[in-house]
């Protein structure tokens, strides 16, 4: 006996269903969670571009530090990449302390929120406002699909561990 053959459009769709359950048409970047290396390259890249430029941390402290110490865990990737952020904004939470001679890291100035930077040259930093204007800031500063991430910004306790030995790192 000869088994049964099914229309080819039939097995175009069984095909499709089996595409769109599987994942496969999903591009990469565009997935509910994103790429973890991709996630560490710019939280990376984030750090770097604040401590190697205390001038552009301004507006985290209000006043130019000597140096600076950061951790960033980044929630908004770029969409291309040439090097992890590709030249383009990035978007990203961070825990940052004025690094002052002779200040404990206890007794440190601390920023703590998401911030926008833009690689430059030169760099550009955008931090929401305090206060009432804070949801306001943030819709302004953030893309749409990014904005309940930056009002989800909390410092964890895994970040302090991490921003205390980056501070007594660049302190010494």
Known sequence: MRAKRFPATSRIVVL?????????????????????EEVAAVSSEVTELLESNPAATTSLFGRTPDRIACVSK??????????????????????????????AFG????????????????????????????????????PD???????DSVADEGMKRALGQRYAARQG
């Open 74 to 103: 980044a929630f908004g990737l770029p969409k291309t990449s040439s090097g992890p952020s590709g030249g383009k904004s990035l978007f990203s939470h961070v825990y940052c302390a004025a690094v002052d001679p002779g200040v």
């Open 16 to 36: 499709a269903v089996l595409l769109v359950a599987s994942g496969c048409t999903q591009p990469k970047g565009n997935s509910a969670e994103p790429d973890q």
């Open 107 to 142: 007794d440190a100035s601390i920023f703590s929120g998401p911030i926008a930077i833009a690689p430059g040259p030169p760099i550009e930093i955008k931090v929401p406002q305090d206060g009432a204007e804070y949801e306001t800031s943030i819709r302004r500063i953030f």
């Open 145 to 151: 699909e990014l904005e309940e991430a930056a009002m």
